[in-house]
């Protein structure tokens, strides 16, 4: 069994300052994980993914992401935030079974 | 390049009324079909996926259904909607392992049921 915790349903920030959206899952296997973004009335589009490669991945639109085995985390970071980041983020499990479990969402909000 | 579309992108239905929500992807073969449904301020629960014409798999016991009749195409049916059917209706596709590939979403169809 697999799960995924998205530990803030909201998170606010101004305009410029780090983001930091947290994410710590629960597997039987060796994961693979992915941050997707959605903004308001839109389907949902890749940020950045771990499959077993280097532990530190880079996604677009300045995002990064750390998983660490030892604390079962997978935060989604940002150095600084702009207007055009204010959407939902979804933190995402996968494993070998073909199946993917998504997170409650954390929608975030940037203030100027 | 792939795209997918997905339609209609609004609808408003009666209860008891029927459901058809259609889902078409181009520029790829043998996709894996997703259907997910968000209902708000929720996440994503998966309703149904397919890995071919025809194979159907369910993930959550409920009065909707889905298709595939061809190889690019998923639809999503009811034949009475219920008022907790409300929410938007998201359909993906992925080809490839899940713990390699991503999946690419469609704009989503935002369903009311009143």
């Known amino acids: 069994a697999q799960s995924v915790t998205q530990l803030d349903s909201h998170v606010s920030v101004s305009e410029g300052t780090p983001v930091l959206l947290r994410c710590n899952y629960s597997?039987?296997?060796?994961?693979?994980l992915f941050w997707y973004v959605q903004h308001p009335n839109k389907g949902l589009q890749l940020l950045l993914k771990?499959?077993?490669?280097?532990?530190l991945v880079k996604g677009i639109n300045g995002f990064e992401a750390e998983f660490k085995k030892s604390e079962t985390s997978f935060h989604l970071t940002k150095p600084s935030a702009h207007m055009s980041d204010a959407a939902e983020y979804f933190c995402?499990?996968?494993?070998?079974?073909?199946?993917?479990?998504f997170g409650g969402g954390t929608r975030l909000m940037v203030k100027p | 390049s792939q795209t997918i579309h997905q339609w209609p992108a609004t609808l408003v239905q009666p209860v008891g009324s029927p459901l058809s929500l259609e889902c078409t992807v181009e520029?790829?073969?043998?996709?894996?079909l997703y259907w997910y449904r968000q209902a708000a301020g929720r996440g994503l629960q998966l309703l149904f996926y397919?890995?071919?014409?025809?194979?159907i798999s369910s993930e959550v016991p409920q009065n909707l259904s889905a298709s595939r009749p061809q190889d690019r195409q998923f639809i999503l049916s009811s034949k009475k909607l219920l008022l907790s059917d409300s929410g938007f209706y998201l359909c993906?596709?992925?080809?490839?392992?899940?713990?390699?590939?991503?999946?690419?979403f469609g704009e989503g169809s935002r369903l009311t049921v009143l």
């Open positions: 597997s039987s296997y060796s994961p693979s």
């Open positions: 995402v499990v996968g494993n070998a079974g073909n199946m993917l479990t």
């Open positions: 993906a596709w992925r080809v490839g392992a899940v713990n390699t590939g991503e999946l690419f």
């Open positions: 520029g790829t073969s043998n996709p894996n």
């Open positions: 771990y499959t077993s490669a280097a532990t």
């Open positions: 397919s890995v071919g014409i025809g194979q």
